[in-house]
C-alpha cells in the first residue's frame, strides 16, 4: 500500500533517522531540540507545538529537522538568526530537504553555512522506503554567517 504522507510536500513528522541522529551528536553533542513532540524529541530539552519554538530564544547546540510543510522558511530564518544574533546559542544543525531553488535557501544557508548534501536518500523513521526528495546537513555557526 502506498504511504501517502510519503508523498506529500506537507508532511510534518519526517522523524530523523536514529543513525544519522547519533552521528551527528556524536560530533554536536545537542543541547536542545527546538521542535520535536514527546514521541520523537532527540534532546532531553525540546520545544513542543504548545511551546512553539519559532518564538522561544534557543540555546546550546540546536539540533532542527522542521516540519516540512510551507512554514519550514519561518523555521530556516530563525536557525540563521538564533545561530547569528543569539549569544546564547553555539550552532544550529538542521536536517532538511535539498531545495536549493528557494528563497530561503538562497537567503539564509547558501554561502551562510556549511552543507553537506547526502547522497542517496533518506529512510525518515515514520516513512517507509526511501524519501521522495533529496537531504543536507545545515551547520550555521556565528562565523560562518556573512
Ligand atoms: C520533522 S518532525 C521532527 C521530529 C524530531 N525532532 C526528529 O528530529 O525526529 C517536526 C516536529 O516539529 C513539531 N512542531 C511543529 N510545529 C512546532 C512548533 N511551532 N514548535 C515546536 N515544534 C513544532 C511537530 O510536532 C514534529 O514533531
Avoid at 26 to 36: K, P, R, S, W, Y
Avoid at 50 to 73: A, H, M, R, T, V
Avoid at 119 to 127: A, M, Q, S, Y
Amino acid at each position: 500500500m502506498i504511504n501517502k504522507g510519503l508523498f506529500s510536500s506537507n508532511t510534518e513528522m519526517w522523524g530523523t533517522p536514529k543513525l544519522l541522529f547519533n552521528k551527528l551528536n556524536e560530533e554536536f553533542h545537542f543541547d536542545l531540540d527546538v521542535c520535536a513532540v514527546k514521541e520523537n524529541a532527540k534532546c532531553e530539552k525540546f520545544f513542543s507545538p504548545e511551546d512553539d519554538g519559532l518564538n522561544q530564544s534557543w540555546f546550546g547546540n540546536c539540533f532542527i529537522n522542521p516540519p516540512y510543510g510551507k512554514d519550514i522558511k519561518f523555521w530556516i530564518e530563525k536557525s540563521y538568526k538564533e545561530a547569528l544574533y543569539n549569544e546564547n546559542v553555539n550552532v544550529v544543525v538542521g536536517l532538511l530537504p535539498a531545495r536549493t531553488d528557494t528563497q530561503y535557501f538562497h537567503n539564509y544557508i547558501y554561502n551562510k553555512a556549511e552543507i553537506r548534501f547526502i547522497k542517496g536518500r533518506l529512510k525518515f523513521n515514520d516513512g517507509k522506503g526511501s524519501a521522495p526528495f533529496p537531504s543536507m546537513i545545515v551547520i550555521w555557526r556565528k562565523n560562518e554567517n556573512t
